[in-house]
């Protein structure tokens, strides 16, 4: 029914394999792109669902329930239909059958569909993106829309290659004496279960669509758990989802919502005889205690870390300070990719202008951030809002943690007088003071650590690493040897390392079909957006053979 | 170095995305094959280690332990050094960097050696498989040798597939605005950590290689504890491993030897915080034990299940009960994948020799098993002998069990008289007494159980297989929609099925590259012999980028 998408299906089979550039979605909300008004029609839809129910055709306890708030300081009043568990896993289940029969191919064709269509609708998931997490509007558009719309599309790829890598049918003729024997041999590709996302705060759809499509891709039917206070960017996708299926002939029920206002309806739902997968993105203390009793599922997590930037030398002094500056700043630190520690040698570094101190690189990190940020209207189309309280009560604590570098700054948005802004506050610590620089510090918040030497410093990632995860991590250096020995590092502490960006790439990004997010090598994430070990326990091949 | 395994490695490649027949070492014992003398080599290598410590260069605490008994009733005699945990995890640790910097390729071929080496000592295995397994020699030659070295190297086939599927360097340019950004990344396999595999008493090799070379080519180091009954054949198997290892420079500590008495040392290893990985075949008791305690790992367990033919009809009476015979007395019935319950409607079947009424089928399976085991020589080459107590306790209780169809009896081994052998005992039972046939009854203990038809006796393989597990599943009908029904149970239970086996094929084998062992979708194991799912957790990608 969807063959119309073969070819993009094709593409990223390429792509997931070569792993250079590839996207098929453009993250450029230009007119040009994605046509004249699109914008304005994304908003208008967005509007459209504000305080009123939103249109979900999906049975439930005849209660509506929600209580968005947007960090840009109005409330969004949209409800939703609040979930009987047994009904929306019965439902679920009676889906699975005729879902598993269909096959790999026209799954593979159905969920492209989904993020075709999802894609189409970017301005206005754009905007309730923005106004369930914070980010400021081209953010929420471009990792809200286009960039979870690549990673959805990836992991759609991932299980179709796991899927298909064997031949479904074989004719198997072994010679002997006598006759051979001959036999006829079919494999079914069937699903794992019923699968459970569950939704964060700051990155709804980016974090979710992975697990989510991973996991219909290879068969199961998804229960979609948003956070409670980012529902609405998960609606309008599950709504999208339960239209292409309809369509396509399908239950809508293998896609549902479970909306919550923060009642541990998570628990519930992962620890459901019948949940047989969940994905979660969120605190290291949720993501544990799935771990440990979501025993009857195949639980991926993506948790708390500690991401940290190694400062040897640079032969860009400018760029690698802007480089850190836009990381540091960009959505107010609140990503799991953002760099926390930054570690450099007390005596300073090599650059291309001259020998710097230790409190040189200090100050002129902190006059680069005070640079990127000093206008305010600019400032918030990069910091975007504070997305929750707890965010804000880190940085406002923050400077009794050490010496405060650059103290953050609360900022006016023009447009939105109740938004809750604030820049990044850099502490300086001691490399002693592991205790506060050893774990995470979600939002902008950064400490810059004077080590004795880089050696040090690489020795600080491995331990910080192996003990607490990261997503991420980052050298600087202008000696081979040195990048050699981050490598390793990185290696034996199982991080995804970049290397002097000084330029365009950041640390805290990550581009599908070529960049990893995650490893599952470290405490951060069990698995990697995506490899080949985030997709294949989802589904397991069973036989039948017979007699030719 | 081990470049001339490159072909192997290929067809292996071409064989799994196939999954046509395809075999990589003869299973024929003949002197036309393995040469002239081979066997009379083996046996004397095999009485070698009798009596004696057993030839390895491992450190230990300085005892040598061993109590293994044959089946055919002699003491084997043979140590092997009793290992200190925390010295062989130590050494297999220190040893994995090396190992993981060695690459895919390097690792792939040097495991392709290990196992054309064991491929080499296949007599001498056939001989240490028999007396401590008690099966027949020709069957300890086969599954022991030849078959488990194919299933070692399909291992190391879906291991080196899954981590080449991307390529592991890319030149990634993203057009913009002005200058593109370019990055060269690098994408490494990270080794999930030291790994173990626990090894059962029947299939010594083929069920420990699998989980052995699919976590040793992925990167982990591998400590193999053997079944306290089955110690020599992996012995042998990591004597040659860790030879093949040191020739190819590398820590021959990648591969040890953990033996035991029955102590409890594989919960120890186990649940040691370096153990990243278990493999386990064995009772559903401690597989389940290792599956909730050993928490910090990825545990792959094959356990207990009860595996159902459905008899409908057939167009080949004789040939399925010639089959069915067959597959009751081969080795005892003292296989995962023999049948237990044979579900007959109570009404009788229809055949090619005219319809026949359940006490037909019933008379006419004794008599096609007393044909087939009638010579006691020819017999015992078929039954081998009965493994451990256990086993015998099950099969002279039996009879308590219901109304015997067949009773066991006990064979006279000619060249063994202290071996302990006998054949299948066949037990009917109502179709009422699930608290029975619900169960495995490992050994040759087989139900017959009159349904009041095919779609309950369907429903009752659906049940079991649910609740229980199960390995294999058979159907006999000439109808092809009974079969589209019974494919279709199987599909929901998840159970791998073979229908109207009435030749050379036996639903107890599977052959490596084409059928699956298993499939994960049922309580009796946890992953397949083997599938993507089976070697994906085992490693992790990990990158790094720069700009170009």
Redesign the interface.
């Known amino acids: 029914m969807f063959e119309h998408n073969r070819d993009t299906l094709e593409k990223a089979l390429s792509a997931?394999?070569?792993?250079?550039?590839w996207s098929a979605y453009p993250e450029s909300p230009s007119p040009r792109v994605y046509g004249e008004g699109a914008a304005e029609r994304g908003k208008e839809a967005f509007e459209s669902y504000l305080g009123k129910p939103f249109p979900l055709d999906q049975p439930g306890t005849g209660a509506w329930i929600g209580a968005e708030r947007s960090p840009y300081g109005i409330d969004l009043g949209v409800t939703y239909p609040e979930p009987v568990v047994e009904d929306l896993i019965g439902a679920a289940k009676a889906a699975m059958?005729a879902w598993?029969d269909a096959g790999p191919d026209t799954r593979a064709l159905a969920c492209v569909e989904i993020v075709n269509r999802i894609n189409q609708h970017s301005f206005e998931l754009a905007n309730a993106v923005q106004h369930t997490t914070g980010q400021a509007f081209v953010m929420a558009f471009q990792a809200g829309g286009p960039h979870a719309q690549d990673r959805a599309l990836e992991a759609v790829t991932y299980g179709y290659?796991?899927m298909t890598?064997?031949?479904p049918i074989?004719?198997?003729?072994?010679?002997?004496k006598g006759e051979p024997?001959v036999?006829d041999?079919?494999?079914?590709v069937?699903p794992?279960g019923v699968a459970l996302v569950i939704g964060c705060n700051t990155f709804p759809t980016w974090n979710a669509y992975p697990g989510l499509f991973a996991s219909l891709v290879t068969g199961n039917p998804v229960i979609v758990k948003p956070h409670p206070r980012a529902v609405l960017p998960l609606a309008i996708t599950v709504r999208i989802a339960r239209e292409v299926l309809a369509e396509a002939g399908f239950d809508p029920a293998l896609v549902s919502l479970a909306a919550e206002e923060g009642r541990g309806l998570a628990k519930t739902l992962a620890t459901h005889p019948d949940v047989r997968i969940v994905d979660f993105t969120g605190s290291t203390e949720f993501g544990d205690w799935l771990?440990?009793n979501a025993?009857q599922a195949l639980v991926h997590t993506e948790k708390a870390g500690v991401n940290t930037v190694v400062v040897d030398s640079t032969d860009s002094w400018r760029g690698m300070l802007g480089n850190l500056a836009f990381s540091l700043s960009l959505y107010s630190g609140q990503m799991c990719t953002a760099p926390q520690n930054i570690l450099v040698p007390a005596g300073g570094i090599d650059t291309d202008e001259g020998h710097k101190g230790f409190e040189e690189v200090a100050s002129g990190l902190a006059a680069a951030v005070g640079k990127l940020l000093g206008d305010d209207a600019r400032a918030v189309e990069l910091t975007g809002a504070i997305v929750n309280p707890d965010v804000l009560a880190r940085v406002e604590s923050a400077p009794s943690l050490g010496d405060v570098v650059l103290p953050s700054r609360a900022v006016r948005h023009p447009s939105f007088p109740d938004a809750v802004i604030r820049t990044p506050v850099i502490v300086r610590v001691d490399p002693s003071a592991s205790d506060v620089y050893g774990r995470e510090h979600f939002g902008p918040i950064a400490f810059l650590v004077p080590t004795a030497s880089t050696e040090e410093s690489l020795e600080v990632l491995r331990r910080t690493t192996k003990a607490r995860g990261a997503l991420t991590a980052s050298a600087y250096s202008t000696s081979p040897e040195v990048?050699d020995q981050a490598?390793s590092a990185?290696?034996?502490a199982?991080?995804?390392?970049?290397?002097?960006?000084?330029?365009?790439?950041f640390v805290n990004q990550s581009?599908a079909f070529?960049?990893?997010h995650g490893?599952?090598?470290n405490p951060a994430a069990t698995?990697?957006l995506t490899?080949?070990?985030y997709?294949?326990?989802r589904?397991?091949?069973?036989?039948?053979?017979?007699?030719a």
């Open positions: 997931i394999a070569g792993r250079g550039y059958p598993r290659a796991a890598a064997s031949a074989a004719h198997w003729e072994k010679p002997g024997l036999m041999k079919r494999f079914t069937v794992r771990e440990q025993r990048l490598e990185a290696l034996d199982g991080v995804n390392l970049s290397c002097n960006l000084t330029a365009g790439v581009a070529s960049d990893y490893t599952g090598a698995a990697s490899d080949p070990g997709v294949a326990g589904f397991h091949m069973v036989q039948s053979r017979r007699p």
